[in-house]
């Protein structure tokens, strides 16, 4: 069993949803770049039940955005990753 980072999971969320709006992307193409069910990846984003993002699954939630350009500074990684508590 993969353990789940413990993330300030409203802000991460937020911020990961701001970026796709904004960008014109949805997080079911997230899920999708991830390789994950939509409903998963929805429970994983909003901490329901036992769901949490692994370093892993974080660290490709920021890759996927930085490839569609919806974060284009280091700054703005760092920040989501300081958000996910990493």
């Known amino acids: 069993m993969r353990s789940g980072i413990r993330t300030n ?16 992307y949805s997080q ?3 899920a999708d770049a991830l390789s ?3 409903k998963v990846l929805s429970r994983k984003l909003n901490g329901s039940g036992n769901a949490r ?16 350009h919806a974060i284009t500074t280091l700054e703005e ?10």
């Open 9 to 24: 999971i409203g802000t991460f969320s937020d911020s990961v949803q701001e970026h796709l709006r904004t960008s014109g």
């Open 28 to 30: 079911k193409q997230l």
């Open 36 to 38: 994950l069910h939509p």
């Open 53 to 68: 993002l692994t370093y892993l699954e974080i660290q490709r939630v920021i890759m996927t955005l930085a490839n569609w």
């Open 77 to 86: 990684a760092l920040h989501l990753l300081e958000l996910a508590e990493v």
